[in-house]
């Protein structure tokens, strides 16, 4: 009863600071649903501000000016944090954040984390910072494998699995949403012929930051400029994203050369019950085995093979217990874990308070 008592005690005591960029509002989000799992939480932008105009001041100023004012801002954060009440600190990009000021967080007594939102191949400069973590974690299974971070697979948000179409009721067969660079013109290119000689139905939603730029970038590749009338550079709605995707049998994932991990989108699709058409091939290996069947393999090679076996896959709800491991409840209560936080709500000390009740 003592330590049941003094358990509960100390998760009252705790407070993290989620340190991030603002992206799509996900850490923000991530912080609410810490609230909401009983771990007061705060989100700390590491940027001075994501808009546009201080951005291109920034650029357009004297290096030396724009760090001034950075770490101004960082300055005034770690007072904020140190100052705060707070226990533990997760941060996530380490865009700005230095070994320093880590340092600092942890005299204050802050048991500060990490964890990887991109792949250490696009931000190499974060890995000196582990030796000063009390942990790290990470979505990137090579990552994982490579530093040894703790392997936390990212989720899905917003879905409600009782309005999860069935099979029947999803008109499009393949759904793709994202930027087109790389190779993805040809593959989507491809993709879109092959559909045509099968009857299927395609939907591509395809962002470039300028259509201008993109017929000059592409104005000798044909198979580009085939879907230039489709390129938009107008962001698309995270509700209608949700939405073509609970109409698809199939999403169609083109993942990043230089990560490992399955994307925000990738769960998302799983979780609207589409089969998962993706062309990285350390899906199958970062899935629960028991999504392993909604997930093929998109093979550049062989387009039309992957197409034909991802239309023989079973679409739709899934199975009540799949939806926990591509949800944020689950994702947090492993950042909590890594972090050495125990959720009032978890379901270990609800059983032992009401066992003692």
Request: contains cysteine.
């Given at each position: 009863?003592?330590?049941?008592?003094?358990?509960?005690?100390?998760?009252?005591?705790?407070?993290?600071a989620i340190i991030s960029l603002s992206t799509f509002g996900y850490f923000e989000r991530m912080a609410d649903k810490a609230i909401e799992m009983g771990v007061p939480a705060v989100f700390f932008d590491e940027r001075p501000s994501n808009g546009f105009w201080v951005k291109f001041f920034l650029r357009a100023m004297p290096k030396s000016f724009a760090r001034w004012f950075v770490r101004r801002h960082v300055h005034e954060q770690?007072?904020?944090?140190?100052g705060g009440g707070f226990t533990h600190a997760l941060?996530?990009?380490?865009?700005v954040y230095s070994?320093?000021?880590i340092?600092?967080?942890k005299s204050k007594g802050i048991r500060v984390s990490r964890f990887t939102w991109d792949s250490t191949q696009n931000r190499a400069s974060v890995v000196e910072l582990d030796n000063h973590m009390y942990a790290v974690g990470s979505f990137d299974p090579d990552d994982c494998s490579q530093y040894g971070y703790k392997y936390i697979p990212l989720y899905s948000e917003g879905i409600a699995p009782a309005n999860?179409?069935?099979?029947?009721?999803?008109s499009i067969d393949f759904y793709f949403c994202g930027t087109v660079h790389t190779d993805r013109a040809s593959i989507l290119h491809q993709m879109q012929q092959?559909?045509?000689?099968?009857g299927w139905s395609v939907r591509w939603q395809l962002f470039f930051h300028s259509r201008f730029a993109y017929y000059l970038k592409n104005f000798r590749d044909k198979a580009a400029l085939a879907l230039y009338p489709q390129i938009t550079s107008t962001s698309f709605p995270h509700t209608e994203i949700l939405q073509l995707s609970r109409e698809s049998r199939i999403v169609v994932d083109i993942h990043h050369a230089k990560q490992s991990g399955l994307t925000m989108r990738s769960y998302e699709a799983l979780a609207q019950g589409a089969v998962l058409l993706t062309t990285n091939e350390r899906a199958l290996t970062a899935i629960t085995?028991?999504?392993a069947d909604r997930v093929v393999y998109l093979d550049r090679a062989n387009l039309r093979a992957s197409m034909d076996e991802a239309v023989k896959r079973t679409c739709g709800p899934l199975k009540q217990e799949q939806y926990y491991e591509l949800s944020h409840d689950r994702f947090m209560r492993q950042i909590f874990s890594l972090l050495g936080i125990t959720s009032p709500d978890d379901k270990s000390l609800q059983r032992a308070a009401r066992h003692y009740s």
């Open positions: 009863v003592v330590q049941l008592c003094l358990g509960m005690w100390s998760v009252r005591s705790m407070k993290l770690l007072a904020k944090i140190a941060i996530v990009f380490a865009e070994v320093t000021d340092e600092l967080l999860v179409n069935s099979a029947s009721d999803r092959i559909a045509e000689e099968k085995p028991d999504l």
